[in-house]
């Protein structure tokens, strides 16, 4: 079993599905079945192109492989490879098909569980809204529904199957079934370059089902608190799950393109793993809307996966190619090659610095933790923040 915190398995917040016998054993098969490719079949793989491709292939031409895309082409002739990338994609499938499994039984009980009395927060969905092509193309990470399917009035369904899988994904490494470390991580890097904000207004911008939203909400209970996504299902488990915490937030469906909040409105806008999954042409409508909607020195943080191919070897390269072809996320290598640090400059922000935070599961003022380098995937996430 690898997923921590799995003593509350039943039960870890009221909105999460439960699993009977069967389920859970499925669920944590799934789950060791990742780690095991991870951790045991996965570094067989950068042997075998150190060992045997690189080399072949040097021989062949008299020279080295220009990029790892041409590695990358001999790697997918290998027999290891083919299996290795096999087994990942179908241990993917086979994570959201058990989870989907629970979700159907009990999503009747879900739904009315959703219907929450006398809320603290708020949701307002659009029927008239448009999915962004980037989104709607594709089922991103092979979720079948994606973040905007709805199956019914008053759906949970993509917010329930994404909430319970989520961990699985992460095989626990994001703060178990609460899957918060990364709005841990976001406060820890607002509290150490802005030790003295005191933000009255804040926006996570995709904010799936809130768990980003609902860590940072509870270091500024005077705060306003504010949540948009794409999904109207989504939003809608979203806000229960919040309200079934006890979290006051307001979430919306909107597009972080083009939101209708007024200018100068926030004193924080900040995103957890939004960038990767939105086109390259809307990355500067996205720093642009976020410039629009701050006030005049309110700050915008956005928190990235770690692996910037700068940093990356031919290895992991290949790997997070892997993202692109096999796991539907189209532009990881767009936004993993993006200089985050100047298209945030070229929008006008001041102050802007980007590094490492070190991952916590608790943000505390004083506590030196933005460094220049990554300590590794989950240990230190990518930051770029700045200030209008
Ligand atoms: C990997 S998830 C983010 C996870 C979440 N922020 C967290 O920390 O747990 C990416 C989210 O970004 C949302 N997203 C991407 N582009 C968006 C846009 N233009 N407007 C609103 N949400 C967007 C997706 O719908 C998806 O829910």
């Known amino acids: 079993m690898t997923i921590p915190n799995s003593n509350n398995l039943a039960e870890p917040h009221p909105m999460m599905p439960k699993v009977n016998h069967d389920e859970i054993a499925e669920q944590m098969f799934v789950s060791d079945l990742k780690t095991f490719i991870g951790r045991e079949l996965e570094p067989g793989q950068s042997k075998l192109m150190n060992n045997k491709v690189i080399p072949q292939m040097t021989k062949a031409r008299g020279k080295a492989p220009a990029n790892h895309i041409e590695v990358r082409g001999e790697m997918e002739k290998e027999i290891d490879y083919q299996a290795w990338a096999t087994l990942t994609r179908t241990a993917q499938e086979m994570m959201w098909d058990s989870v989907a499994t629970c979700v159907d039984r009990q999503l009747d009980k879900l739904v009315a569980k959703s219907d929450v009395k006398n809320p603290k927060g708020s949701l307002t969905v659009n029927p008239d809204f448009v999915v962004p092509r980037y989104i709607d193309a594709f089922d991103i990470h092979c979720m079948p529904g994606n973040y905007h399917a709805v199956t019914r009035e008053n759906d949970v369904r993509q917010g329930a199957v994404f909430d319970r899988a989520a961990a699985i994904y992460h095989m626990g490494r994001n703060g178990g079934f609460m899957n918060d470390i990364r709005g841990h991580t976001v406060v820890s890097h607002y509290f150490e370059r802005w030790p003295e904000a005191k933000p009255q207004r804040i926006l996570d911008i995709g904010c799936t089902v809130g768990h980003s939203t609902v860590a940072v909400a509870e270091y500024f209970p005077q705060a306003e608190m504010h949540a948009i996504d794409v999904g109207a299902g989504l939003l809608r488990y979203a806000w229960a799950r919040a309200e079934h915490v006890g979290s006051a937030i307001h979430f919306s469906q909107q597009n972080a393109e083009a939101t209708n909040y007024p200018d100068n409105h926030f004193d924080l806008v900040y995103s957890s793993a939004v960038l990767h999954e939105t ?53 990881w290598r767009g936004a993993l090659t993006t200089d985050f640090k100047k298209l945030v400059e070229d929008a006008g922000f001041k102050d802007v610095k980007s590094g490492f935070q070190d991952a916590t599961k608790q943000a505390k003022k004083g506590v030196q933790g933005f460094f220049e380098k990554s300590k590794g995937v989950h240990v230190s996430w990518f930051m770029v923040s700045g200030v209008k």
């Open 279 to 331: 086109s390259h042409a809307a990355l500067p409508r996205i720093m642009a809307e976020c410039k629009r909607i701050l006030k005049p020195g309110g700050v915008m943080v956005h928190l990235e996966v770690p692996g910037h191919y700068s940093h990356l070897d031919t290895w992991g390269r290949i790997r997070g190619d892997f993202e692109i072809f096999y796991n539907n996320e189209p532009f």
